[in-house]
Structures are given as C-alpha cells and as structure tokens.
C-alpha cells in the first residue's frame, strides 16, 4: 500500500510541475494588457525600443497620446535588443497565437511582406487619405513602402544609409583635402592612407559588409537603376552590376581586421586609427553624444560625415514604422497611436531624442541641429532609394540571401560567384 | 490485483516522462522529418511532399559544403584537444600531486558554466585586434612576444580557434571521467607489470590504456555528439556570421530569415543523422554489454 502511495503521489507531483510550467507561460500572457485599467483601455505597442535616446523618444510621443486621448492608457510591450532580433521572434509567436499586440514596430518597406502575405495587417490606406498623410510624406516614400497600391504602415522616422564618417586629421595626413565625391577618388584615397599605415576603410562583422555593398551599388548605378534592381525581371547579372562588385572588391582590399560590430568600426575612425566608414547615420550618436551612451567627440573636429562616394542627391534611407495587425484588440486605440505617430508633433517629440529625422517633410527645422540639420535639408530634396540591410527593398528571405552571398564572397574574393548569387537571390524573391 | 500490484506502481512512475519524450522528442522529430520531406519552402504555403528531394538539393549549396566542413574542423579540434587535455590532466593527477581535490575542482568548474556564458567571454579573450588594439590573448602574446592572430576570423583555421573555448569547457569533464577510469584499474596489475620489468611509461601504454577503452569510448561519444550540434557557442561568439557557420547556424537562418521552413528541417534532420552515428553504436555496445553480464 504504501509503494502505492508513494507512486500515486510522485505521479501527482509531476502532473503538477507540468502545469506549473503551462502556468508560467499563463503568467506571462496576464502582463499583457487586461481588457480594462480601472475603466481606461490599454493600447499594447510593441517596440524594441529600450536603449538610450530611442525609449526617451518614445516615452515623449507617449505623453503627448496620453495627453491626447484620456481613455486610452500606453502599455509599453518593449523587447529589448538592438534591430529586434528577438522582439521579431517574440512577435512571431503572438502573431500565430493570434494574440497580436494592437500595433508594432516593424523596418517600413519590404521587410513587412511576409507579414501581409501571412495576412497580419490591415490596409491603413483609409487612415493616410484621412489624415492627408501622402502630401505630407516625400511622394517617392508614399511609392517605396507601397505593396499592390496599399500601404501597411507609419513611419515615424527616417535614417540615412549612405553617410561617409570620416576622421578629418587623418585624412590632411595623407593628403586628401576633402570627402571623396566619386568611388575613383575613394579608392584613390584609400590607397594614399594606406601608404601612411592608417587603416583606409573600417569595418565590422558581416552584416556592415553588405551595408558597404548598398552604398557602392548606389554609388556606381544612380538612384534611378538602383531602385529598378528591385522590381519583378529586373537583371543582376547586367554589366552595371558587374562594374558595381568589381568596385566593391576593391574597396574591400582596403578594410581593415573585421571588428565585433559597428561600433568597434566607428571608433577606429572615431580615435584616429581608420581614416573612412561607411554607416548609417546612427552612427552620429554613437560619436557624438557624451561617454556612457557615445565616444563624447566634437563634430567637424574629431569626426566628419559627407554623402557616401557617388551618391550626393540620393537619400538611401530606412525608416522605423508602426503597423495595424488584424484582430487587434484595442484597434480604436491602435488607431489614435498611429494618428500620434504620423502627427508632426508626434515625430518632432520623437526623433531629436532618437537621433533621426521626421519622415514629415514638415518639420519644425529649429528642433535639428548639427548632422541632422544636414539630413533634414537633404531628405526633403533629395532623390530617394530603399536600403537592403534595413529592410526597405528587399524582404527578409531575399536580405538572408544577399547575406548569405556577402559571407561567401569575403571568405573565397570571387566577384563571379558574388554576382551568381545575387543574381539567384534576386530570381527567388523579387516579387 | 495482486499481480498489478508489481507491475502498476512503476509504470505509472514514467507514464509522464514516457508521454512527455514521445510527443516532444520523438512526435516533434517525426514531425521535422515530415516537413524536411514537403516543398513547404515559405512560411503561408502547405507543402507537397517531394521525397528526398531537399536532402540531394541542399548538396549544391556553397554555404551547406562550407557549414559541414566547418563542423567537421571543429568536431576533430574539439573531440581530440579535450580527449588528450583531459587524459594528460587525469595523467598528472593520478601521479598524486598535493591538493588534489582543489585541483580536481578547478578544472570541473568550466563545466558549470553555459555554452553562451564561455563565448561572451572567449569573445573578448579571442578578438581579432592586433597591434595596440589588442586585447585578450593577443596582448597577452605581446607581451610575450608571440606572434598575433586573427582566431575565429581567420578564413582557414577559424573553426579551429573556436573550439579552444569547447575545450577549455569540456576538458576537466573528461579528466574526471578518466581519472574514475584510472582509479578503476587494479594496482595488483600495474604491479605486475613493473615486476615483469616495465617502464612506467610502459604500464601505462601496454596495461592502463587498454582498460580504459569503454571510457575513452563514452568520453568521444559525449563529446562528438556535443560537437556536431554544436549552436550556442557559436552565436555567442561570432553571431550568424558566414566565416563561422556551422549545421545549426544555417538552420537558424534558414528557418527565422530566410523563412524556409523545408530547408531548416533538411538540416535538422542531417545534424539528427550525424549524431545517430555517434550514439546508435553505443547503444547497441551497451546493450550487448548489459546481456554478457
């Protein structure tokens, strides 16, 4: 009897550990929002906002949608790791438990394409007809985040792709009075700090390679044939292209050890030991602000920026953006933050914070200083095209593709097999 | 009733476990196996079922040569610098030094430690930095003199760097397993052969060793299969990078950005395959071992 017992007992334990383990996960779920708040109704959004500058402009444009809309409480779903690796994880699971968050944070462009594939969002034409959104936004961005004639989401931001950081000492080192315009006088620069024993051209882990090849396909095909490079036909095996990677592989032979990350990179040029890099703009941040969130360095002196070679008047841009997923629970309130999130104040609350501009063409100029009085100024006049890394022109799929074929290429320095595999990612994906 | 009285207690003892493997080991392998079998190449679509298509397909990959080649590197790396680490430490230990069990701690306390937690901190130890950006070991080596190296980011021997993290990890491991093994040989033997005029190198070549095959066998199964599996490390030291892509890397990729459901389960399934070949002769080894005893 008492084996018996003893049996029945350490069975019932285990049964009950196992649903302590569904309990865990239940638990989980109660910190997403109740349906109400002591009468308010919370709006889950869902970021991976968490770091410095970016959670304090999104705590800003939250105060002004708590100001705007008194029934409606922010719930903040933040997932914290940079370019959301495991916020996209982490939402890939509620989306197929169909317990989506009321809006997300996702690159504005073609990364959003499995998501409307898999029918996740709602249209929110209606929205940007109402609020008059396409005289507001540059026409070729309302075009570029544009699937089928519909457009899926707000962009709150905008960063620049295509930034040359430069280290102007080193460069009156060697000679070089000014950024170079064309990717002839960049490899030739390249070359003459090299023969000083600088390293020419900084660069991080894998991903920054590709981030360089968008910039060089840029600057050696025009905006015009760049963008084409993405539509459904187009022809990566063309001798254009051919010239682009030939120009990459050079550039390439000027990089130094390839470092952890981007920042690493940065600070290369940032400490005199590199004379270029080829970032985003974030990178500006990282120079510019002081010691625990930045490198504290003085803009113009320690550190200089210019369009990347070959691109002046093209905007390569990325943009963050929120989205409707369908069954939202709350989708009134996901509306009134998306009115927030597209409203000039909305976005000159947020990004001075960030470190980006305003998507808006409308911006109050007084608020952008310093680099970003340069972006402001370039991207109401420039030309525009979508980045590849940042998930503007390409969908994830096609992005692992290029990656991929990036990856190979710094091992093996064959151009040929480079081409054939953009080639066939773009084959596989366009669309 | 008497009769369950025997029987019953136990069976329900593993029910739960019994029922928890077979629906999340082996009902989720089944199912992986069913997936690696369909056309089911993005994330919407239902997938048809092609046979053994994907697994000749995913030969002609450029990236699957360089992932295997990768994961053999560092499986041969691995597999031999623990084995011979840990029998040299077993080695030395047996030799009686002072402080025995201080020692015998330290070197089994890298065990105790997450895969991610070693390669956060091998990254650092191994950065790629030379000159007076070096870090890590690679300032040590200046201060010394010795030459710099690029560790995992050299394109050739790359794999092999990353698997001295594995091995400083697994090494007192195997120490401890041929230590037990050691201790398990009988002096009467040892004596026996010193008596007969052997070296003591000798005993050790020609009468230890050869006891201890069953345990050098345990020690490389443990490891191989830990090896060819081998993901977390890997991530944490390098991240998704192509210069350090091995199986599981690529199934990741495959499966979270490239969204193509078929390939990650082709390759799950070769990483399961490769690792049956490892644990599939010991268990028939031990089977019969069990019967003849």
Known sequence: MRRWLAAVSITMASVLGLAACGGGGAGQATQAPAASGGGKKQVEVFSWWTGPGEADGLQAMRKIFEEKNPDYTFFDAAVAGGSGDKAKALLQSKLQANTPPDTFQGHAGAELQGYIKAGNLEDLTPLYDELKLKDVFPAQLVEQISVDGKIYSVPVNIHRSNVLWFNPGVLKEAGITAAPKTIEEFIADLGKVKAKGKIPLSIGSEWTATHLLESVLLGTLGADAYNALFKPGADWNSPQVTTALNNFAKIMEYAGDPQDDWQPAAKQVADGQAAFNIMGDWAYGYFHNPPQGGLGKKSKTDFDWAPSPGTEGTYLWLSDSFTLPKGAKNRDGALAWLKVAASKEGQDAFNPKKGSIPARKDADQSLYTDYLADALKDWSTNKLAGSIQHGVSVNQPWLAAINEAVGLYIGSKDVKALQQGLADAATANAQ | ?293
């Open chain 2, 1 to 293: 009733m008497r009769r369950a009285r025997t029987w019953l207690p136990g069976l329900l003892l593993v029910t739960p476990s019994i029922i928890l493997i077979g629906v999340f080991v082996y009902g989720m392998l089944g199912w992986n196996f069913r997936v690696a079998m369909t056309d089911q190449h993005d994330a919407v679509s239902e997938g048809r079922f092609v046979g053994l298509q994907n697994f000749v397909d995913i030969w002609d990959l450029p990236r699957w040569h360089l992932s295997v080649n990768h994961a053999i590197v560092f499986t041969v790396v691995f597999v031999l610098g623990a084995l011979v680490l840990g029998w040299l430490l077993a080695f030395l230990m047996e030799k009686g030094i002072r402080g025995e069990g201080t020692f015998r701690a330290i070197y089994l306390f890298p065990m105790a430690i997450s895969f991610v937690a070693t390669g956060i901190v091998w990254r650092w130890l191994m950065n790629s930095g030379t000159g007076e950006r070096a870090v890590g070991l690679n300032r040590l080596f200046e201060w010394f003199g010795l030459p710099q190296w690029q560790w995992f980011r050299d394109q050739d021997w790359g794999m092999a760097a990353m698997a001295l993290p594995a091995i400083w990890q697994m090494s007192g491991y195997v120490m401890a397993l041929f230590l037990a093994g050691f201790r398990g040989v009988p002096e009467e033997l040892r004596e026996a052969a010193r008596v007969d005029g052997c070296t003591e190198w000798g005993v050790y070549r020609h009468v230890v060793l050869p006891l201890l095959r069953p345990v050098t066998l345990s020690a490389l199964i443990i490891l191989g299969h830990i090896s060819l599996k081998v993901f977390d490390l890997i991530v944490a030291v390098s991240g998704k990078q192509i210069i350090t892509d091995v199986p599981a890397v690529f199934m990741w990729v495959a499966v979270f950005d490239s969204n193509d459901p078929a390939k990650g389960a082709t390759i799950a399934s070769y990483i399961v395959l490769s690792v049956a070949i490892f644990v599939i002769p010991y268990l028939i080894w031990s089977v019969r071992k069990e019967k003849r005893s």
